[in-house]
């Protein structure tokens, strides 16, 4: 009977490979396949094995309580948070300025400083840190993002094979080797480790990049940027950053990112509309409409900035709705007028939009050539996309609307600059917690979610668009997965092949299929239980071969931190498969040529590194 459990996990186990691979379904699919899978193999018949160990389904189901299922998920709201009140801007600001206009050296210098921490700091944190910064690069300098994330993951997790403290699977390894009474120093693994990690970085950094190809989420993500120039208007207040401003030969540069059409000056009761080039001694001054154009992006920033805007409402509007644009539920989205719209022919102004949605017309995107008189006296025509800022509230209150056709995908929320301090502080706490080990990351995790939402850094609908169910399905299923294969004797069979396999070898024969075992196990399982699996073989193994107990101690060390190819292997890669938009099949294709690299590397230097 055992053999039917055992056979029966196996299939599953190189169906979901194939099916993970082939990249045709979901992973949501899959994991939901696998997990039925095995109650249908150990739910319908209850498994007992000849050594009396049972597997029950509520072991099978408690990957959705693991403590990392728990983390990663409450991380990606962390760095949500972080995202959402631009708290990394001025980093982004400062690197841009370092690398002028070579951003892609920008980020790998990143890279190899996030390697360089995780010798020394759990690669986790680590990861949770350089997220946020490498998401703002990215969107400032319009930088593939699949092209950046899974490098940093793989940099992290080989800078963290280098010290004992690199990474917890390091730590357990070592604690297991101890217990076989083998003791291993801080830095016993630090010289071959920094060998291997630096082949593997001019993997990561030189070819990786070129095996990824663009995901269908970023390529929608992308198309649904920040599209062309939008016609808006903004008054100059008396606080306002660009009243006292001065014309230089003729134009104000200092407007940028946005281009100035048109300056409406009142004059006596009237409006003087003044267009460039302008007089060198023309200042702007408050009570100034500044005609303008820019990106969705501009317009955004703007917003986020406080600065005081009008956006062509009437002067009672203005003060309605200057209070709506403060926090996180302020959003911006387009909305199209339809053909026939009652709103087709009324001016931005006297248009009713305003009123009867509460939203805020921010700008106008035309096909044809607008005019350059006031914003607000612009009369709509049918198919101009208009750009409207209100909560999420207020602007889905316009679906189904025939007059206005909204455009729900791009509802995007305006950053809340002001929480931006308190958001760093939450993160900062975060990491630093764990990283001294004050408490758990898990439970320092979840209270820094908690307080992001709290503290108005985050809605509670952006923390739940934050929560990713492709991550919550495949973790849950692949630790169902990995317990059905140890309780069913499948792991210990795979260990006790590859001791048959390397049976009287030499050295580094024994050696070299050692670290293929673990580094197969390791992308099936889990590092950690792959290392706890093996590393008592390994001493065993290296003492009936009177090889250096050592040698074999780092194999499983190193070919334990080889999780490369999968995304359930290790932590970090499943936190970058959504900044990244990456699917199972991208790990195989970006991940597999780097375990084989560094098992051939490891195969070469190792007899020459340990002597053996």
Do not use: W
């Not at 690069?137 to 004992?164: D, E, H």
């Not at 006296?377 to 101009?384: I, Q, T």
């Not at 490369?564 to 099949?585: C, D």
Request: hydrophobic share 50%; proline share 5%; glycine share 10%.
């Amino acid at each position: 009977m055992d053999q039917f459990y055992l056979i029966s996990t196996f299939l599953v186990v190189f169906g979901a490979i194939i099916m993970f691979a082939l990249d045709r379904f979901s992973i949501e699919s899959i994991s939901l396949g696998v997990l039925a899978a095995l109650f249908l193999i150990y739910g319908i018949v209850p498994y007992e094995g000849t050594a009396g160990q049972t597997l029950s389904l509520t072991e099978l189901l408690s990957g959705f309580s693991s403590p990392a299922l728990v983390t990663v998920l409450a991380l990606l709201i962390v760095g949500k948070g972080l995202f959402a009140t631009d708290a990394m801007e001025g980093i982004t600001r400062h690197v841009g300025r370092l690398c002028g206009s070579r951003p892609r050296m920008g980020v790998a210098i990143i890279l190899v400083v996030a390697g360089s921490i995780s010798a020394f700091l759990n690669n986790t944190p680590v990861v949770v840190i350089f997220i946020p910064v490498l998401t703002s690069l990215a969107a400032t300098f319009r930088l593939p993002a699949y092209q950046i994330f899974m490098p940093l993951s793989f940099i992290t997790i080989l800078g963290g094979m280098t010290t004992v403290i690199g990474s917890s699977t390091n730590m357990i390894a070592v604690g297991m080797a101890a217990d076989s009474g083998l003791e291993i120093g801080f830095f016993d693994i630090t010289g071959m480790g920094i060998i291997l990690a630096l082949i593997g970085y001019a993997y990561v950094l030189l070819f990786l990049p070129r095996l990824l190809g663009a995901r269908q989420t970023e390529l929608r993500t992308n198309m649904d940027g920040d599209g062309g120039q939008f016609i808006g208007e903004i008054a100059i207040a008396a606080e306002s950053r660009f009243a006292g401003l001065l014309p230089i030969t003729g134009f104000f540069p200092q407007l940028r990112p946005f281009s100035l059409h048109s300056i409406v000056r009142g004059a006596g009761g009237e409006n003087k509309v003044l267009f460039p080039p302008f007089s060198e001694d023309l200042k702007l001054q408050p009570g100034d409409l500044l005609q303008i154009s820019g990106s969705r992006k501009a317009f955004m920033d703007l917003i986020a900035s406080g600065e005081a805007v009008t956006f062509g409402e009437p002067e009672e509007e203005t003060h309605i709705n200057a209070g709506r644009r403060q926090g996180p539920h302020y959003h911006l989205a387009e909305a199209v007028i339809a053909p026939g719209s009652r709103f087709e022919g009324r001016t931005v102004r006297f248009c009713g939009i305003q009123p009867r949605f509460h939203v805020t017309i921010v700008g106008i995107r035309r096909k044809n050539r607008m005019g350059r008189g006031a914003f607000g006296f612009l009369r709509l025509e049918a198919g101009d996309t208009l750009l409207l800022g209100g909560t999420e509230e207020d602007i889905m209150s316009m679906r189904g609307n025939h007059d206005i056709l909204l455009l729900e995908h791009s509802a995007q929320s305006v950053p809340p600059r002001s929480r931006a301090l308190v958001s760093f502080i939450i993160f900062a706490a975060v990491i630093g917690l764990s990283a001294l080990g004050i408490s758990p990351i898990a439970v320092n995790a979840v209270l820094g979610a908690l307080a992001m939402i709290a503290t108005g850094c985050l809605t509670l609908q952006q923390a739940a668009r934050a929560f990713d169910r492709q991550i919550f399905l495949l973790i849950g299923a692949s630790i169902a997965l990995a317990t059905a294969l140890e309780v069913s004797g499948g792991a210990s069979l795979i260990a006790q092949g590859a001791i048959a396999l390397a049976g009287g070898s030499s050295a580094v024969m024994a050696i070299t299929i050692l670290f293929v075992a673990v580094a197969i196990m390791t992308n099936i399982l889990s590092n950690n239980a792959a290392a706890a699996l093996f590393m008592p073989i390994a001493l065993n193994m290296a003492h009936q071969i009177n090889a250096p107990p050592l040698a074999f101690a780092a194999a499983v060390i190193y070919a334990a931190n080889c999780s490369f190819a999968t995304p359930i292997s290790y932590q970090t890669n499943l936190m970058v498969m959504g900044p990244g938009h990456y699917s199972f099949a991208d790990f195989l294709r970006g991940g597999l040529p780097l375990v084989i690299i560094i098992a051939t590397a490891f195969a070469i230097l190792a007899p020459v590194y340990y002597n053996l």
